[in-house]
Structure formats: C-alpha cells, structure tokens
C-alpha cells in the first residue's frame, strides 16, 4: 500500500510563499515520476509541476520561474517551492507519484491566495 503525505498549504497574502511537501511511504517502492496537481473550484485538474527520476522538470507556463518543484529520494519526499503566489494559485494541490506504472495520489492541501 502506497500512501502519500502531504503538508504546507495555508492561507497567503498575494506575493508571498509557501512550500508543500508530500512524503511517500509503502513497501517496494519504485517512484520514477514525482510532481504536484492542483484543482481550483469549477475547473479541471491540471499539472502545475514534474519530476521524472534522472530527468528534467516540466512546469505549467503559469506557474515558470515562480514555483521550484525539487525533491529527496532518500526521504521518498517531493516538495513544492510556491513564490511570488497569485489569487488565480488558489485551489487543492495534489501530489503525486508513479511508482512501477501505478499512479498514486495525496488527499490535497488547501492553498488559499487572497488579493
């Protein structure tokens, strides 16, 4: 069982910063993709950011050269380096991973940007 952890949502001024963190446990892991989703109200989900394993990252154009995606694979840890944070940011923020071909998903972190 794949079980995914994430942190750091809140509520933020517009400008300012957050980072969340998802931390990925289970027996047999074998992560290649790491990267984070997110969901505003009445919208699709969509990537904001990805990590292949030994690959380079991908950002949605709404969000390069704000958001930093990074991440440990000593700690199974993926985490996402939100600056200069926007009201049109708001929404969950989903983690994910793909691990031997499965995807897995966290329950979602609320951030919240307020003008």
């Known amino acids: 069982q794949v079980q995914l952890v994430e942190s750091g949502g809140g509520l933020v001024q517009a400008g300012g910063s957050l980072r969340l963190s998802c931390s990925v446990s289970?027996?047999?892991?074998?992560?290649?993709?790491m990267g984070w989703y997110r969901q505003a109200p009445g919208k699709q989900r969509e990537l904001v950011a990805a990590y292949p394993s030994g690959g380079t990252t991908n950002y949605a154009d709404s969000v390069k050269g704000r958001f930093t995606i990074s991440r440990d694979n000593a700690k199974n840890t993926v985490y996402l380096q939100m600056n200069s944070l926007k009201p049109e940011d708001t929404a969950v923020y989903y983690c994910?991973?793909?691990?031997w071909g499965y995807g897995y998903w966290g329950q979602g972190t609320q951030v919240t940007v307020s003008s």
């Open positions: 289970g027996s047999g892991l074998g992560i290649d993709v």
């Open positions: 994910y991973v793909n691990s």
